[in-house]
């Protein structure tokens, strides 16, 4: 039978063509029974039906009409009006609609960033001409009163006349005696003044950074209700953002409590993975969102090594919380952990409390080895209450935090750490810097 021959289209017409009809009642056959995997004789009649408590029926002209979207009520589940009933919304959902939208946005949001990109750049252009210009300035008038032109065109001009030519020069000369200090001031006025305009296009490129950085940040599972295609279980979410009104710089005379807070944009909240247990250090492979949380517990040198273990083998994390309050953490074991850190380099949120243990200079200088690697770090957040840092480690890690180019938002706790007045004034000045 050549079966691009057979009409589908109707299939009550089909089937009477093409099948036989019901061996038992000689009757036209309509469904499929789909629950009794010995039954010789699947398809069947009305009247089989109704003389068999069927579980799973499947009436054939309902079969040929189907799509991709069509749910059936008996096959291949059997009466779970749950289930049926989620899949019947998820087939009604326009995901066709939904990518148009995206693609829509992106087109939207390409074409404004251009417009913006445009305008920016004829702005800054405009700005740059006008310092251009007053680059030029000294030099204009120099010769402006060094009366190059006129000197060529007497010695152009008057070479046959030798006594004219010459009392020509003697009253440039003259004139320029004459003019002398004032035209000498004039052009030192000038020069400082051209001194003082500068173009850097540094800070063009800084804006790029941060916008590649605001961009970089915001991960696609963050887009999703649900993060099933995460490559990890994500079940915190941990970041709190600060607006502009509140950000600050508090330096209380006699100690450091509240250094800075500051934020130039909301963060993407990013979810992470929690690990609070040391068997859950050993599972730890290649996350990218990591909470270590062992505050409140007496570290010992396996739980320390393992902490920095886990770091070490998570090859690409972006964001990481280091929960070590009151954990009798020193300098010698933190530098285990703090050694790990220095490899992720793309490090975007970092977040690390160590309030009330025995971080001395040395970890102030292996805390400030670590950061300074992080040149696209939008978020950081130190807490290391009642330690000894003192003002040499204060100024260690401001002097890392200094170089920062694309930071978001910044946030350190430093009370009761031997810091002096000059520490803090210190550290002030060099947090100040960050801030555009």
Not at 265 to 292: G, M, P, S
Not at 321 to 345: C, G, P, V, W, Y
Not at 405 to 419: A, E, M, T
Request: proline share 1%.
């Amino acid at each position: 039978m050549d079966q691009l021959t057979i009409d589908y289209q109707d299939v009550e017409k089909f089937l009477a063509n093409y099948y036989w009809k019901c061996p038992v009642h000689k009757r036209s056959i309509m469904c499929q029974r789909l629950d009794d995997k010995d039954d010789l004789w699947v398809i069947k009649c009305q009247k089989c039906l109704e003389q068999k408590n069927v579980k799973s029926i499947l009436d054939i002209v309902d079969l040929f009409q189907s799509d991709n979207n069509t749910i059936f009520n008996q096959w291949p589940i059997y009466y779970d009006n749950q289930i049926i009933q989620r899949l019947q919304e998820i087939g009604k959902q326009q995901f066709d609609q939904k990518f148009n939208e995206v693609n829509h946005f992106f087109d939207e949001l390409q074409s404004q960033i251009d417009q913006a990109i445009q305008a920016k750049r004829k702005e800054v252009i405009k700005y740059l001409a006008q310092i251009y210009e007053i680059k030029l300035e000294p030099i204009n008038y120099y010769n402006q009163i060094s009366q190059k032109e006129r000197l060529i065109e007497i010695l152009k001009t008057q070479y046959g006349d030798q006594a004219k030519q010459n009392q020509m020069i003697l009253n440039i000369i003259k004139e320029n005696e004459l003019n002398y200090e004032q035209n000498k001031q004039k052009i030192v006025d000038l020069i400082n003044r051209s001194a003082k305009n500068n173009f850097y296009l540094t800070k063009i490129k800084n804006m790029m950074d941060e916008v590649l950085s605001v961009i970089n940040i915001l991960e696609i599972c963050d887009y999703l209700q649900s993060n099933q295609l995460a490559n990890q279980p994500n079940d915190i979410q941990q970041i709190s953002n600060e607006s502009n009104k509140n950000r600050n710089i508090g330096c209380p005379k006699q100690n450091v409590h509240l250094i800075h807070i500051f934020n130039k944009a909301n963060i993407n909240q990013l979810e992470e993975t929690l690990i609070a247990k040391f068997e859950d250090l050993q599972k730890c492979q290649n996350f990218k969102k990591i909470r270590i949380d062992f505050k409140n517990s007496n570290l010992n040198e396996q739980v320390t090594q393992g902490i920095a273990d886990c770091i070490d083998n998570c090859n690409k994390i972006i964001k990481l919380t280091l929960e070590l309050s009151k954990t009798n953490m020193d300098d010698e074991r933190f530098t285990k952990i703090a050694s790990r850190l220095i490899k992720h380099q793309y490090m975007q949120n970092l977040s690390i409390n160590l309030d009330k243990n025995s971080i001395g200079l040395q970890g102030a200088k292996q805390i400030a080895n670590a950061i300074e690697q992080y040149q696209h770090i939008a978020q950081l957040t130190l807490s290391l209450n009642h330690n000894q840092i003192g003002d040499k480690g204060v100024i260690i890690i401001s002097s890392s935090i200094k170089q920062y180019k694309s930071i978001i938002g910044l946030y350190l706790q430093l009370q009761n750490n031997k810091i002096s007045v000059e520490g803090t004034d210190s550290l002030a000045k060099k947090i100040t810097s960050v801030i555009v």
